[in-house]
């Protein structure tokens, strides 16, 4: 099979964006301390560069959520890399790859709030509003792009091309 990736977002483009991301968090969370909470594995590239530039007290913490049966088409979520930090009381920042059809957030969303944080706040690099199935929104978005399948900056095909530099469309 031959796969073409065409450039969407430029490497120049992605670290301009974080480091606007970067200071509005820094502004917003001024004087505090705040958790930072990558789910796995897509929002590590993200995660790793937003986090160099905030200038808050910052921990870092990891989640990663899955299908029961590792097929998106039956809704059903689990925590397959529980987090490992109480949550009440705190700050908490999700950090994700991509909002698509919402289920993944919504339900890391849920989980978090019955712990009684101080504040949750939802960071998505990449927001695809025309796919949304559940009513969730991302309180900072780097980019809103059309419905294309994307690689690259830790998002995979098939485990593939997380490490490109930039953002691709991924044509098959
Ligand atoms: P949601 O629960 O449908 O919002 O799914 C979000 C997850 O699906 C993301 O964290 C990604 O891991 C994956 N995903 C959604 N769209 C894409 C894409 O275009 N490229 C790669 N992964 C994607
Ligand atoms: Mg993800």
Redesign the pocket.
């Known amino acids: 099979m031959n796969e073409k990736i065409s450039v969407l977002i430029s490497e120049e483009k992605i670290k301009k964006r974080v480091d606007e991301l970067a200071a509005q968090l820094s502004e917003c969370y001024s004087g505090e301390t705040v958790t930072m909470l990558c ?1 796995l594995k ?2 590590v590239v993200f995660t790793a560069d937003l986090i160099r530039k905030l200038t808050l007290d910052t921990r870092l913490e990891f989640v990663r959520i899955s299908s029961y049966d590792g097929t ?1 088409s039956t809704g059903k979520l689990k925590m397959k890399y529980p987090l490992e930090c109480s949550v009440k009381g705190k700050h908490i920042i999700v950090t ?10 919504k339900f890391l969303h849920e989980q978090l709030k019955a712990q009684e944080p101080a504040s949750i706040k939802l960071v998505t690099l990449l927001d ?1 509003p025309d ?1 949304r ?1 559940v009513d969730i929104s991302a309180d900072y978005v780097g980019f809103t792009i059309p419905d ?4 690259g900056y830790g ?3 098939d485990q593939k091309y997380r490490n490109l530099p930039y953002i691709g469309v991924l044509e098959q």
């Open positions: 789910t897509g929002a998106e994700e790859d991509i909002l698509d059809t919402g289920r993944t957030l695809k796919r199935i294309k399948f994307i690689v998002l995979d095909h």
